[in-house]
């Protein structure tokens, strides 16, 4: 008996159900149903903080801290959008330079849509021309990227020549030269 209360207090604890952690984060999920209401929450509740940590902190860390940078933020916007059945992206943009990288999520939409940091833009066919879009808020020139599916795989690769030529994952299909 003893064993079984020990084991219901540990499933309670670890759960969120006495500090309700699961389910005031996760009404936010329910109420955050499109891009733009993800963007608008973002840019309302956040702080833009660079933090040296070599990977994202997760979507319910983001909530509770109010504090995270441009892959803590599209983490937390693909994590909500798919959730509600959005088709998501995440494209990683290298700079010629600096070392900073930039991460930013994409909806399928009727077209394309991207959010960087809590900007939520619009109107795009190609996962390259959000690239493009994105440089011109950003103060370093783009070098290569890559687009990620949910599941964490490359689905495009482009690289940047000259300032306005590139090439692109099916550039590499075709030649063999990636």
């Excluded at 670890?14 to 699961?22: E, Q």
């Excluded at 994105?134 to 482009?158: A, C, H, L, Q, S």
């Amino acid at each position: 008996m003893k064993k079984l209360i020990i084991f219901l207090v540990c499933i309670f604890v670890f759960s969120g159900c006495i500090f309700g952690v699961t389910n005031e984060f996760m009404q936010l999920v329910y109420q955050l149903d499109t891009p733009i209401k993800i963007a608008s929450w973002l840019e309302d509740n956040i702080t833009h903080e660079i933090h040296d940590i070599p990977y994202a902190i997760t979507p319910q860390q983001l909530y509770y801290s109010r504090k995270g940078d441009c892959d803590d933020m599209s983490g937390f916007g693909e994590y909500i959008a798919d959730y509600h059945g959005y088709t998501t992206y995440e494209i990683l943009i290298y700079y010629s330079d600096t070392l900073e990288t930039h991460q930013i999520v994409v909806y399928e939409e009727e077209r394309f849509s991207y959010m960087t940091n809590w900007t939520y833009v619009y109107g795009f066919d190609t996962f390259l021309e959000i690239v493009w879009d994105n440089d011109r808020m950003n103060p370093y020139n783009w070098e290569t990227y890559k687009v990620f599916d949910y599941e964490g795989n490359i689905i495009e690769r482009g690289t940047r020549w000259y300032g306005w030529l590139y090439k692109t994952q099916a550039y590499c299909w075709f030649t063999k030269e990636c």
